[in-house]
């Protein structure tokens, strides 16, 4: 379809969408809606900074729309989490189309897309699972009433959807209890073969977006469309990333591999009844001997195969390769026994190939190695699970150079994504030739210097820092517990606990405290509750969104936790005037995908702990600080009780990908203005 000549740009689009849903135009807003046009209209990848307020989503969303409806084309936006594509797909697309809908002469379309696993399966529960329960609950008669209830629930639930999407359950169920009425893509039976295949959810959905302008979806589908050899996306020549600095992990998620004995012996009963039982018996023979052998192994990473492993590993994938020969090709059959060697096959190839990638995982020198192995599981807990073997790629930059910047005109925008001052570190991890020479700054932010120079050649892109409507510096404080002991291995020091507890008076509670780990967010929550009169809550006290609600309702509470909190957590207003990190989140030691990538750098001459751990660290203070503000009026402290923020050569690394706020290192200074806004507060 030809272009209109008359038709409307991207700033006068935007403005009308401002305008139309009683926003206020914002500069940083207009200047990366854009970047993103002009990206967009050269083919050319952008990455955008842009800080909470900004206003990005409608900065992505009026260029893509424009490109979608000129060239009847799809565009693709990617999220990390439920959260922002629900606020996509209920309140952002809805008021644009509706907003664009007269200067671009049509309604834009629009349309939410998953991964099969996340749709109900009416064919499997019309059918039924295959496989019985986990052997843990054949013995738990509450474990094994509670799943009927939950699967009584999905078949009631199946007659009322009309999307069948999991996410609008509400309340849910457990993943035992999804994974009875759900397939993944491999056990589809497609829905040509398929006798309720008319009536699919998820071949419903991936037709609507086929339609649709505009397609919202995940990280992790964004993996598999790049990581599988079939196109799970629609038809597309550009995708949007929001949430950019978590697509490293969720790619990274997708492309971990398994193996456990309880998934070999499942695959073993699956072509129990297809294939000659000394075939299959070999399969759970191989499955019991790979259980004795996880069940001596200490947990941790994997340098070399332990020597037991050599026998047991190969011994399953050469039963899974028997069972998957005897089960032969495909052949017209009844839809029960294809539905079954359908379900066979899938977790057969899943076993076979993992087990082929762990042995291939050690043939490679260090510098040289793509995977890193481990064996997980924590028998001795109150919740204990079954050790497993699992593989993971040391980085994915070359994936993502190939398949989603080789092949999309790709947009990657977040509140945080210049860390150390450049965006070189994320441009590497993205597969992105660093020291581009084209990177715009936007002047007084952490950008505002030009990152070195790399000749490295690769896929052309832009950086552009379009700031942040707030004032950091005038409104936030960074306080650097400069005169705090280092942390130690023995939970939290006297004296951090009389630093924390001071704030937290001194703020008239309204604290969110960030911990590095569950169990010092609980000692801090247990001594805080006997020193303070204010409300302490703490992460794994109830459901973490109630306890967010119960934190922003009332202004003397206190909020304890760990990960989640540091990503997850937007109160504005009153409620929350104090961000407390006890200690710089650099991984654990024995992580074994973080240690693997770390020796991996060094053993190609370069420091694994800038690259990776401070990296890692970086990118959580940046995210955990940036809580602080999240309304043009907010104020407020954000006290960092480790020392080393301010005293170790990596600090200066650190405090550069963090917002402007203005430093100090004196107590009393960031007591006072705690006092201050506390007397401030509506009372």
């Known amino acids: 379809m030809p272009a209109r000549a008359d038709f409307p740009g991207v700033l006068e689009l935007l403005t009308h969408a401002v305008e139309s849903v009683g926003g206020a135009e914002r500069p940083g807003q207009v200047k990366m809606a854009e970047a993103v046009g002009q990206a967009i209209r050269r083919g050319e990848h952008l990455a955008v900074q842009a800080g909470t307020g900004t206003g990005k989503s409608l900065a992505y969303l009026v260029p893509a729309i424009r490109h979608a409806v000129q060239k009847e084309a799809t ?41 099969r696993r996340n749709y109900l399966c009416l064919h499997r529960l019309d059918s039924g699972a295959p496989e019985e329960p986990e052997d843990a609950q054949l013995f738990d008669p509450f474990a094994v009433s509670r799943l009927g209830k ?135 023979e191989a499955s019991d001997g790979l259980a004795l052998i996880l069940d001596d192994l200490p947990a941790g990473r994997m340098d070399a195969l332990p020597q037991p492993l050599r026998g047991a590993v190969p011994a399953v994938r050469d039963a899974a390769q028997a069972c998957l020969t005897a089960l032969g090709k495909d052949r017209k059959e009844d839809v029960d026994e294809a539905t079954a060697r359908k379900l066979a096959r899938s977790l057969l190839e899943e076993v076979h190939d993992t087990a082929v990638r762990l042995l291939e995982a050690f043939e490679d020198d260090q510098a040289h190695q793509r995977d890193v192995v481990w064996l997980s599981g924590d028998r001795y807990s109150a919740n204990p699970r079954p050790p497993a073997l699992k593989v993971a790629p040391l980085g994915v930059a070359g994936l993502l150079r190939e398949r989603v910047f080789g092949q999309h005109t790709t947009i990657l925008t977040s509140a945080t994504l210049t860390l150390g001052g450049t965006f070189d570190t994320m441009a590497r991890q993205w597969g992105l030739p660093p020291g581009q020479d084209r990177v715009e700054k936007a002047p007084g932010t952490a950008t505002d210097k030009a990152p070195p120079s790399d000749a490295d ?17 005038r409104n936030g404080i960074l306080y650097l517990a400069k005169h705090l002991p280092s942390p130690g291995r023995d939970g939290l020091a006297k004296s951090t ?4 507890a001071e704030l937290i008076e001194a703020a008239g509670g309204r604290t969110l405290g960030l911990f590095s780990s569950m169990r010092a967010a609980k000692q801090a929550t247990e001594e805080m509750r006997e020193r303070l009169d204010h409300p302490i809550l703490c992460q794994g006290d109830d459901a973490t969104s109630l306890l967010v609600s119960k934190f922003a309702d009332d202004e003397r509470t206190c909020l304890f936790g760990t990960l989640s909190l540091w990503q997850g957590v937007d109160v504005p207003g009153p409620s929350l005037q104090l961000v407390v990190v006890d200690r710089i989140p650099f991984p654990r030691p024995d992580d074994p995908v973080s240690s693997a990538r770390q020796r991996a750098v060094e053993a190609r001459g370069g420091n694994g702990f800038l690259t990776v751990a401070a990296t890692h660290a970086a990118l959580l203070l940046a995210q955990g600080t940036g809580r602080l503000h999240r309304s043009i009026s907010d104020r407020g402290v954000v006290a960092v009780l480790d020392s080393r923020l301010a005293t170790a050569r990596y600090g200066g690394f650190l405090r550069a990908s963090l917002p402007p706020f203005w430093p100090t290192t004196d107590p009393e200074v960031a007591r006072a203005a705690l006092r201050r806004l506390d007397a401030a507060a509506p009372q």
């Open 75 to 115: 565009v693709v936006v990617s999220t990390a989490t439920i959260a922002l594509q629900r606020q996509l797909v209920d309140r952002d697309l809805p008021r644009l189309a509706k907003a664009l809908k007269k200067p671009l002469g049509r309604e834009p379309t629009f349309a939410i897309l998953k991964g």
């Open 150 to 284: 939950e699967v009584t629930r999905l078949r009631e639930w199946s007659s009322d959807t009309e999307t069948g999407d999991r996410d609008e359950l509400v309340p849910g169920v457990t993943d035992q209890a999804w994974r009875q009425v759900s397939v993944t893509a491999k056990e589809c039976l497609g829905a040509s073969r398929c006798p309720i295949g008319t009536d699919c959810f998820a071949e419903r959905a991936r037709a609507e977006a086929g339609r649709a302008d505009i397609v919202v979806t995940n990280h992790a589908l964004l993996a598999i469309d790049a990581l599988q050899g079939y196109q799970v996306l629609p038809e597309h020549s550009v995708v949007i990333i929001d949430e950019a600095h978590d697509l490293v992990d969720r790619v990274t998620s997708v492309a971990t591999g398994e193996l456990t004995s309880a998934m070999v012996s499942a695959a073993a009963r699956r072509c129990g009844k297809l294939i000659d039982a000394d075939i299959a018996d070999r399969m759970m």
């Open 457 to 473: 050649d690769g896929p052309k892109w832009t950086g552009l820092d379009v700031g942040s409507p707030f004032d950091h510096r």
């Open 497 to 500: 606990m009389d630093e924390l």
